[in-house]
Every structure is written in structure tokens, then in C-alpha cells.
């Protein structure tokens, strides 16, 4: 996810049977030239166990921005799954599943810079299974300790249904753990995941964005989740733009269009508050 996932989200979700949080998508080479960049990811005692997300094209950037980070995380992930159009432009992301040299090569420069567990994110080739395979092949040769593969390719709409026989093609393809990701919105569709491809784990987003307790068997976010958000989201410095995209998410199954529209609109903490005190009960406790 990109610019969510912060540390007051992550840290909710914990709650809710979550084993493992991942950070935003962060860009190595800021992240690795860039002070100001860095302040953008924060933890603490409780953010335990996090995998950091890089997205990355250089494998000396790479390995500067892992060991920056090294000693504040569990993993480092190198996106090569990301959608985006920016992202593809910018040679990062999906784009690298055209390139498995270029993977392979940024995967050694980790493992050779630190000493922590490694892992990437990838999607199914839009065209050829094959390339899939061999990419991953690549990558698990070089020693990442784990892949999360997305059963989907970067052209399908979000609405289109996952490709289970290419996630277990791709687990059965490897002697390292696969997560898989894609369409998991409830506890159902993750239990039928795991039924479908055998993967040592699921990964959900857009699913968690929408309910954080999806993982608990919730099928809409509870109102505790909710106040703890806020709670957390203020305690920690969360951006007010970030809270209130993180409640319009949260929030979506309870408000109505004509309320939506209403909240959307809302620009200041004090005004969030005061809504969400009002409709629905949740209180700012600090």
C-alpha cells in the first residue's frame, strides 16, 4: 500500500490476528539519500514483526536504504507488484517482472548487506506463466526467504477474479514459503485461499483498509477498531490526510452516500472528531 500502513494502522490490525505488518511502499533511493524521507517511517516495541516495502530498480540503492533500516525491522520486501502507471514509468514495481536479472541481482545485494530475513512481492506476467516461474525460481536461488505472489496481473481491474492455479503453479514451483494476496476481503475468502493453493499464508490490502479486523472473522469494522485508530493515529503524529482516508475506508460499509460525501469533505481533526462523536459514539480519549 502506498502511504498507508503507517504505524497506528499496523498496530490496530495486530489486534485483530495479524502474524506479520508491512509498511507503505517506500522508494529506496529517497529513502536511503533523504533524512526527511526517513522520518516518514516510525516504530516502536509493539510494531513487532514488520517488513519494510522497498520499491527499487538499482541494487546499490537497495542495499543502502536496507542497511539504513536494517536494525528497526523484522524483513525487507522489494516491490515487484505494484500497478501503478507512475510506478511502471519509473522502471519499479510490476515492471520488474519483465526483468528477473535485474530482481536477482537487488536480491543478492541485500542478502550480501544484511543480515535479516528477505522477501518479494510480485504478480502474475501478464502474458506468460513462464516468466512468472522463472522469475521466482531466480529469486529463491539468490536466497530470499519468502515470496507473496498476487494472483492477478497488473492490467486486470481489481474487480476480476484471482487466478488460484497460477498461485499454487507458483507454490508448487518453490521449497520457500508463499503468501498469496489478491480479493481477500473477509475471512472467507481467505480460508478459501489456503484451500485453493496450499500457501503458507494470505496477504490482504485493500481488504484490511476497509475492515482492519477481517483476519478476526469481523465482517465490517467494529466500532473499537475504530476509536483505536483515532487514539493511536493522533498519539503517533498521523497526518490528518492519512486519518481521514483511513476512516473513509473503515467507515464505508456504515455511512450512506449523502453522509460519505458529507465526511469527505471534512478537513480538520476537530471536525473529523466531532463527527465521528456524534454519529456514531467514538471518542478521542487523549
Known amino acids: 500500500m502506498v502511504r498507508y500502513s503507517k504505524c497506528a494502522f499496523r498496530e490496530v490490525i495486530r489486534d485483530y490476528s495479524v502474524d506479520i505488518a508491512y509498511t507503505p511502499m517506500i522508494l529506496a533511493d529517497v529513502f536511503k539519500s533523504s533524512e526527511f524521507a526517513r522520518q516518514d517511517y516510525t516504530t516502536n516495541d509493539r510494531d513487532c514483526p514488520v517488513v519494510i516495502q522497498f520499491a527499487a530498480h538499482d541494487p546499490v540503492d537497495l542495499a543502502q536504504a536496507a542497511q539504513i533500516v536494517a536494525p528497526y525491522v523484522d524483513g525487507i520486501d522489494l516491490n515487484c507488484g505494484c500497478p501503478q502507471k507512475w510506478a511502471y514509468k519509473e522502471g519499479i514495481g510490476a515492471i520488474l517482472s519483465e526483468h528477473p536479472e535485474t530482481v536477482k541481482e537487488m536480491v543478492r545485494a541485500v542478502k550480501t548487506a544484511v543480515d535479516i530475513p528477505c522477501s518479494i512481492k510480485i504478480r502474475k506476467h501478464p502474458t506468460d506463466l513462464r516468466q512468472t516461474i522463472e522469475l521466482v525460481r531466480r529469486a529463491e536461488k539468490m536466497g530470499i526467504d519468502w515470496l507473496t505472489v498476487h494472483g492477478r496481473t497488473r492490467h486486470q481491474k481489481s474487480t476480476e477474479p484471482v487466478d488460484y492455479a497460477a498461485i499454487k503453479l507458483v507454490q508448487e514451483s518453490l521449497s520457500i514459503p508463499v503468501f498469496a494476496n489478491g480479493g481477500i476481503f473477509t475471512l472467507d475468502d481467505a480460508e478459501k485461499m489456503y ?39 493522533l498519539a503517533y503524529g498521523t497526518p490528518t490526510a492519512i486519518i481521514h482516508h483511513h476512516l473513509m475506508y473503515m467507515m464505508e460499509s456504515f455511512m450512506s452516500s449523502v453522509e460519505r460525501k458529507t465526511f469527505n469533505c471534512l478537513t480538520s481533526i476537530p471536525a473529523i472528531l466531532d463527527h465521528m462523536s456524534f454519529y456514531y459514539g467514538v471518542e478521542c480519549t487523549l
Open 195 to 233: 484451500r485453493e493453493t496450499n500457501v503458507a499464508g494470505v496477504m490482504s490490502a485493500r481488504g484490511l483498509l476497509q475492515n482492519p479486523a477481517l483476519f478476526a472473522g469481523y465482517k465490517h469494522t467494529p466500532l473499537q477498531c475504530v476509536e483505536k485508530y483515532i487514539n493511536l493515529a
